[in-house]
């Protein structure tokens, strides 16, 4: 509000003004819109330009990103990367059509900047709470050992491969090895569903493999993400800070499961009594901020919180009328997210024409060799189904998403990487992402007859249903 | 995005910390976060209550601000107010619960309150999209000339008195006195609406007057609020800056309509061709937040861009569809709009144990008399329609709501209203809705006979469909 109130203050009050940091609170309100106009058009964009050649939208909001972002357009800018008002289109346009100055832009460009990135924050814990709500506890459980031993293989084999490749073939320090090997592990849910969905096998032996396992990998990936941030922030490898960090994040994550079990009766009862409106999605959003602050203040991640919250909720039977509001919430919060990592990704530093690049490239290509080996040994795991397409199923785990690339932005906010090591670990992602859904059309092949499903075009809704 | 990645930085670049204005971007997401939980229970609590004594959610919304607000427990408090780190409730929290330093704390307080001011911003946004798209331009036209007579005398009645009574009787000068008599004028759409349901009066012959009127005085409030804002930008009344912001305003309306109507068949068209996600969702809030940016830059208010965004793309088959997931999208950001303006609001001036505050009280007694007697004269004006209930009509005219309210708060940021008077506005506003559903139930007592709905518990997604 207060913004809002002293867009007008800024004229009266000039010390009002300087307290708020300078720049008219109109000008931010301005510069917010428009950054949001350019987030929400790249993501549009790019993921039906990615829908029309059979790849997942996520990829093409990630690559609208990249053409706005540093990398070429510079609509979309951040402080953080060393950008100034002066490289940020945005403010330019808004010197150009409003009262701004060029003295005030930089304020301006702060405050507009601050506010983006907050709700990309919030956009990826709201991805997160939307994950966990469509992922099921007691369907994990059924699915049983076999997805668990694919997900296990498929977190520690690329894991390890990478971080010791990196270490022992690059001689890369341990805690960036340790950064990148761990962004190879969380296949992504989304995208793999998408996939399947796409090509009819979302209901088949291996469909349901893959699922169940990128789900528990997605879990595993988080415990990992928030063990590995929580190094960096520390600066240093100490194996009681790992186990700690273990036990810390176990015990949040099943004590918030159990707890929340607990409550979500008492929740829903309270839901059913309610006569004002949102009252089921402003008491989940509640729950899910107030998990996401406790994992906060207790060194992990915010998004571990919401992703406990998204699954408790999902044990309830509101589940599918929460999904349903949560979805137009998802929608508007989350390209957010995935624009802004597109738009910080400085692609500049994999021109092969520099010489200096060339150390990414070559880790670039090992990371992408290790993801999709690593993966694809998984399918191999499985024993005693002697029909199953155990090549589908590895190929199914290959796609890297959300996690993978969270890994990056921490990794390199951290200063535990390098430019290099960063982009090869997003090129990684965007290279895993593209190469799957053709991969996993040619070796469904043999078992593709029996499809019950169109193969192109399912909505994502479809998926959902599914 | 960047906050996120950075909350790590500031463990390892302290110069690229104190680049992003102090505060360690961790502790801002965990301020945001706590202070989103302390809005939506407040929202929510201060909502049930009222639902609970027969009083309008919104209603509750406000209270729950004000009680969460400076004016008493002092966990939702604004720099702008006067108020530091130090008297935030939720920032001694954060010491508590998190590693935030006194002295980090005040730029902590600083970053989060312009995130929750700038949300607030996109709440009223939303809101004002939200009655854009629920108002009905050919319905409007067909009502016609009683509702267009009602609507107008109920904005010129009190607006005339509110002014001049304010400046013969009280010497008030003339700005401030033109701010607070235009808060009188415009009625809320949504508190009136949600009454007449609760009433089963919705579908009546005065209940459609009421809300044609209503609608009509939306606009013309909206319009008012952007000639007096303005006015207050420039510090003076020009007859020729009238002119020209009348003229811009309704240009700008006119034209965003017809040219908006232009449009919406190729984005309808694109739409259906969309094959992404939230395809219609996002594809309007580009439309929406294009409009407010426009409307932003010419010196306008946002909201008036938004509202002409709504009433545009209520037009389109797609009205219904949008509709659906607005609501959820509604639902998260507004609440922290009315919260916030109750938050902000301090009641202290309005205590009579202070001798300096009877002026403010005496201004409110004198601003609800005129609220009151404004609107109900307005049903005195339908002629030649015997049977009508003319009391009726105009007291479903009484409640006040968000426009009133952002009148209040743009009047007291610019510095044109004292603390007084502008208490006193709000004071109006939340008399006016009080009082007004126990007369309306009142006054319709002779002709609810023929009622075709529930007296009560109708939910605000039932008021939509009727």
């Given at each position: ?13 000039p ?16 510069g ?6 350019v ?7 790019g ?14 909001e ?14 979309l800018?951040?402080?953080e990367?060393g950008?100034?008002a ?15 100055t ?20 919030l956009?990826?814990?709201?991805l ?30 690329p894991?390890a491969?990478?971080t ?17 090997g761990?962004a190879l ?6 995208i793999?569903?998408?996939?399947l969905?796409?090509l ?7 469909g ?11 879990v ?6 928030a063990?590995v ?11 009681s800070?790992?186990?700690?960090l ?10 918030a499961?159990l ?18 409106r ?18 906060n ?15 408790v909720?999902?044990?309830t039977?509101?589940?599918q ?5 949560v979805?137009?919430?998802?929608d ?7 624009v ?8 500049s530093v994999l ?12 880790i670039a290509t090992?990371?992408?060799?290790v993801?999709?080996?690593?993966k ?9 189904q ?14 890297r998403?959300?996690?993978?690339l969270?890994?990056a932005?921490v990794?390199?906010?951290?200063g ?9 670990i997003?090129?990684?992602v ?9 991969m996993?059309?040619f070796?469904f ?22």
């Amino acid at each position: 509000m207060y913004i809002w109130f002293n867009f007008l203050s800024s004229n009266f009050h000039p010390l009002l003004a300087t307290e708020t940091e300078g720049g008219s609170p109109s000008l931010i309100l301005a510069g917010v819109l428009l950054s949001l106009v350019v987030i929400y058009f790249a993501s549009k964009l790019g993921g039906e330009i990615c829908v029309r050649i059979n790849l997942p939208p996520v990829l093409g909001e990630l690559v609208g990103g990249v053409v706005i972002g540093i990398s070429a357009f510079g609509l979309l800018v951040f402080p953080e990367s060393g950008s100034t008002a002066s490289n940020s289109l945005i403010m330019s346009l808004l010197q150009l059509t409003s009262s701004l100055t060029p003295e005030a832009a930089s304020s301006v460009f702060a405050s507009q900047s601050e506010v983006i990135s907050l709700l990309s924050e919030l956009g990826v814990i709201i991805l997160l709470f939307e994950i966990g709500l469509e992922s099921d506890l007691k369907e994990l459980i059924r699915v049983g050992p076999t997805a668990a031993v694919v997900a296990v293989v498929g977190v520690v084999a690329p894991f390890a491969a990478g971080t010791a490749g990196l270490v022992y073939l690059f001689h890369l320090p341990l805690v960036p090895a340790i950064f990148a090997g761990a962004a190879l592990t969380a296949t992504s849910i989304g995208i793999t569903a998408k996939v399947l969905a796409e090509l009819g096998q979302l209901s088949s032996k291996e469909g349901q493999i893959i699922i169940g396992a990128a789900v528990l990998d997605d879990v595993l990936g988080i415990i990992i993400l928030a063990v590995v941030a929580s190094l960096a922030k520390t600066g240093e490898i100490q194996i009681s800070n790992v186990i700690y960090l273990i036990i810390s994040a176990g015990v949040f994550l099943v004590g918030a499961i159990l707890i929340g079990r607990l409550l979500t009766p008492y929740l829903v009862g309270l839901v059913n009594n309610m006569k004002t409106r949102g009252q089921l999605l402003i008491t989940s959003l509640i729950f899910c901020f107030t998990l996401s602050y406790i994992a906060n203040v207790i060194q992990l991640e915010a998004i571990l919180g919401a992703f406990a919250a998204g699954l408790v909720l999902a044990e309830t039977e509101k589940r599918q009328e929460l999904e349903q509001q949560v979805i137009p919430v998802a929608d508007i919060f989350v390209p957010i997210f995935f624009v802004s990592v597109g738009a910080k990704t400085d692609l500049s530093v994999l021109n092969p024409a520099i010489p200096s690049n060339r150390e990414g490239l070559i880790i670039a290509t090992f990371l992408i060799v290790v993801a999709i080996l690593g993966k694809v040994i998984t399918g191999f795991t499985v024993f005693g189904q002697p029909h199953i397409n155990k090549l589908a199923i590895g190929v199914g785990m290959i796609p890297r998403g959300e996690v993978g690339l969270v890994f990056a932005g921490v990794g390199s906010a951290s200063g535990a990487l390098s430019e290099a090591t960063d982009a090869a670990i997003i090129m990684m992602v965007i290279i895993t992402t593209f190469v799957a859904p053709p991969m996993l059309r040619f070796v469904f092949k043999e078992t593709v007859s029996s499809s019950d499903l169109p193969k192109n075009l399912k909505t994502e809704e479809t998926v959902k249903q599914d």
